[in-house]
């Protein structure tokens, strides 16, 4: 790990409700279909799906929910640019309609890589929803449909996101300084 401190929270805890409760506002009405799924792209998006579930609850949305575990990141900040499914869904998700969840859309690949797969498994429809979205970051074309706050180029943690598998129980999202790093 690089000398770094977390010291510069982008956004507080309250801060993260307020946007959630708009966010589900503009949701709900696409998650109504018979057989709606959600799938958390592990393991940055567990502490957001949780809370998108149970404000979802409230619009009387009631998801099957599963999981699947992609990684293209090393240790790092650095993205190493291969995607690869460790640990799939198991749901069924044929004719089903889909929203994957995720916690932030950097370079793009994660995400189009999960809609590609999932649509591959025969889902009628598959939607997204990310919490943080870095558009100056992309390498492969890639938008969300619901996208919580965008950021600026920094690497963020909090609220589900690591740095080298730290920090992902703040309930806050902060940025990271690095301290080998001029600026
Ligand atoms: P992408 O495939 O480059 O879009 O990256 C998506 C994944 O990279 C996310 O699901 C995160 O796990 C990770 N990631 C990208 N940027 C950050 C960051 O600033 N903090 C923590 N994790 C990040
Ligand atoms: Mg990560």
Redesign the pocket.
């Known amino acids: 790990m690089r000398p770094h401190h977390i010291r510069d929270v982008l956004f507080t805890d309250a801060e993260i409700a307020r946007r959630l409760d708009t966010l589900v506002g503009a949701l709900a009405d696409e998650c109504r279909a018979a057989d709606f799924v959600m799938i958390g792209?592990l393991?940055?998006?567990f502490m957001f799906l949780a809370d998108l579930v149970r404000l979802l609850y409230r619009h009387d949305v009631h998801p099957r929910i599963d999981f699947i575990t992609?990684e293209?990141?090393g240790s790092g900040?650095e993205?190493s640019g291969q995607?690869r499914v460790t640990k799939d869904i198991t749901l069924d998700v044929r004719g089903a309609h889909v929203l994957l969840v995720?916690?932030?859309?950097?370079?793009?690949?994660?995400?189009?890589?999960a809609r590609q797969w999932i649509g591959e498994k025969g889902a009628a429809a598959v939607r997204t929803c990310?919490l943080?979205d870095?558009p100056s970051?992309?390498?492969?074309p890639?938008r969300a449909d619901h996208v919580g706050f965008a950021?600026e180029n920094?690497?963020?943690?909090g609220y589900g996101?690591?740095?080298d598998g730290r920090y992902r129980e703040l309930p806050y999202i902060a940025r990271?300084t690095f301290l080998d790093e001029p600026g």
């Open positions: 792209i393991r940055g998006s992609l293209s990141y900040t993205s995607v995720d916690d932030i859309l950097d370079t793009g690949r994660t995400l189009s890589f990310t943080l870095k970051r992309r390498v492969v890639c950021v920094h690497f963020v943690v996101l690591d740095y990271v």
